[in-house]
C-alpha cells in the first residue's frame, strides 16, 4: 500500500508562487504514474500535470509554461513549482499515484492542500 502526504499550500497575491510537497511511503513500484490533480466546487476535479515511470510529463494547457513537475528519489518526494499564479488557480490540489501490482493498477490520493490566490 502507498501512503501520500500533502503540505506546502496556503494564500497567494496574483503573480506569486507556491510549491506544493508530495511524501509517499509504503511499498516500491517500478511501474507507475505519478501527478497533481485540482478540483473547485462545482466542477470536475482537472489534471494539471503528469510523469510516467518512463519519464515522460504533459501539463494541462491551462497551467503550461507556469507550473513544473520534480521528484526527490531520495525523499521519495514529488513537487509542484507553480508561478505567476492567477486568482482561477484557486482550488483544491491532490496529489496521485498509480502503480501497477497484483495484475493491475491501484490509484492513490492525498489528502488535498488549498491554493488561495487573492489580493
Known amino acids: 500500500q502507498v501512503q501520500l502526504v500533502e503540505s506546502g499550500g496556503g494564500l497567494v497575491q496574483p503573480g506569486g508562487s507556491l510549491r506544493l510537497s508530495c511524501a509517499a511511503s509504503?511499498?516500491?513500484?517500478?511501474?507507475?504514474?505519478m501527478g497533481w490533480y485540482r478540483q473547485v466546487p462545482g466542477k470536475q476535479r482537472e489534471l494539471i500535470a503528469r510523469?510516467?515511470?518512463?519519464?515522460?510529463?504533459t501539463y494541462a494547457d491551462s497551467v503550461k509554461g507556469r507550473i513544473t513537475l520534480s521528484r526527490d528519489n531520495a525523499k521519495n518526494t514529488m513537487y509542484l513549482q507553480m508561478n505567476n499564479l492567477k486568482p482561477e488557480d484557486t482550488a483544491v490540489y491532490y496529489c496521485?499515484?498509480?502503480?501497477?501490482?497484483?495484475?493491475?493498477?491501484?490509484?492513490?490520493w492525498g489528502q488535498g492542500t488549498q491554493d488561495t490566490v487573492s489580493s
Open positions: 510523469k510516467t515511470s518512463g519519464g515522460i510529463t
Open positions: 496521485h499515484r498509480d502503480v501497477y501490482a497484483d495484475s493491475g493498477w491501484s490509484t492513490f
Open positions: 509504503g511499498s516500491i513500484f517500478t511501474i507507475y504514474t
